[in-house]
């Protein structure tokens, strides 16, 4: 069954810390691994977009990368700030056969605080 | 703001009912997907409609039922609703052109503030 696994469940960080969230995934090979910020009550926002082939990401403070031998992605958030607070969620999109599939990971919930 | 917008925000009804979440997607988008957001389950994507046509489908009951429209809006028919239905529902566009293969492979998703439904 295609899985995707995101760690911690939960983090609390100071603000202007760094911190990273891990996404494990068994779906290979995929089209496109994608980060998305929730915050609470409202709809993703796309943070990051990365195909198989590539292995970093950046938009701003948030640096994505991507380890397809250990089928493990990162994002990185520098220097963090108080609107950092929100749900991460890990997407992988497996495509093929005129059709795709999206495998979501329960999410990673971020608190910055002051 | 993304662009996208949905109605109702909140939706309270009963067991057995049935109900319309509509969405309407950024200007120029073609494709709009629904998903179902519930506490236990996360994230679920339910089906995708592009220009009109049904293009893909996730996780979507026989009970649950879409269409996009001619001027590109689309609903999402909810009926013989459970308890179990309740959670945020989601609807997202992308895509002013026409993708190259069937699914989102590299277009940003936009998405709506979501309807919240109560099934009580």
């Known amino acids: 069954k295609n899985q995707v696994e995101q760690s911690p469940q939960s983090l609390i960080i100071l603000e202007g810390k760094n911190c990273t969230l891990q996404?494990?995934?068994?779906?290979?090979?995929?089209?496109?691994l994608r980060w998305y910020k929730q915050d609470t009550g409202r709809g993703p926002v796309s943070l990051t977009i990365?195909?198989?082939?590539?292995n970093t990401k950046s938009n701003g403070r948030y640096t994505a990368t991507l380890d397809a031998d250990t089928k493990q992605s990162s994002l990185h958030i520098t220097a963090s700030q108080l609107s950092d607070s929100a749900s991460y969620i890990c997407?992988?999109?497996?495509?093929?056969?005129?059709?795709?599939?999206?495998?979501f990971g329960k999410g990673t919930k971020l608190s910055v605080i002051p | 703001d993304s662009g996208v917008t949905q109605t109702p925000k909140h939706l309270i009804t009963a067991t057995g009912q049935r109900v319309t979440l509509r969405c309407s997607p950024r200007?120029?988008?073609?494709?709009v997907y629904w998903y179902q957001q519930s506490l236990d389950q996360g994230l679920q994507f339910l089906i995708q409609?592009?220009?009109?046509?049904?293009?893909a489908k996730g996780n979507i009951l026989e009970r649950f039922s879409a269409q996009q429209f001619p001027d590109l809006h689309s609903e999402l028919n909810l009926s013989s609703l459970e308890l179990g239905d309740s959670a945020l529902y989601f609807c997202?566009?992308?895509?002013?052109?026409?993708?190259?293969?069937?699914?989102?492979?590299?277009?940003?998703?936009?998405f709506g503030p979501g309807t919240r439904l109560l099934v009580l």
């Open positions: 200007s120029g988008d073609l494709s």
């Open positions: 409609y592009y220009n009109g046509e049904e293009r």
């Open positions: 997202a566009s992308s895509g002013t052109s026409a993708p190259r293969v069937t699914g989102p492979l590299q277009e940003t998703q936009y």
């Open positions: 990365m195909t198989f082939s590539e």
């Open positions: 996404c494990n995934y068994t779906v290979s090979p995929f089209s496109n």
């Open positions: 997407v992988v999109i497996l495509s093929g056969a005129g059709s795709y599939q999206l495998t």
